[in-house]
């Protein structure tokens, strides 16, 4: 079973900054795209940033030129940099990884969640 955890959040004021990890128990080239999704208290999950495993990107427009995702292969580690935070970003933001079964469909796993709150 696949195991995703998750570090790095906690609370900090708008216009700081965090890094997320996310630790796959297995080898990260395992999956072909890992991402972060956030949630937002009575808000649906939405995806902030993912990496293919070859190092394509993608982000959501709220983000872009504020979050970087990275991964570093040899720790089986995905990063998300948040810079320039705000209060909106408050969220639990998850980990996700997954696995194309077919070319429409996809088996995920997800981290527990780490809390990301900004002060104003």
């Known amino acids: 079973q696949v195991q995703l955890v998750e570090a790095g959040g906690g609370l900090v004021q708008a216009g700081g900054s965090l890094r997320l990890s996310c630790t796959a128990s297995?080898?990260?080239?395992?999956?072909?795209?890992v991402g972060w999704y956030r949630q937002a208290p009575g808000k649906q999950r939405e995806l902030v940033a993912s990496i293919t495993g070859g190092g394509t990107t993608n982000y959501a427009d709220s983000v872009k030129g504020r979050f970087t995702i990275s991964r570093d292969n040899a720790k089986n580690t995905v990063y998300l940099q948040m810079n320039s935070l705000k209060p909106e970003d408050t969220a639990v933001f998850y980990c996700?990884?997954?696995?194309?079964?077919?070319?429409?469909?996809?088996?995920?796993?997800w981290g527990q969640g780490t809390q990301v709150t900004v002060s104003s």
């Open positions: 996700n990884a997954a696995i194309r079964l077919t070319p429409y469909s996809y088996r995920n796993y």
């Open positions: 297995e080898s990260i080239f395992s999956f072909n795209t």
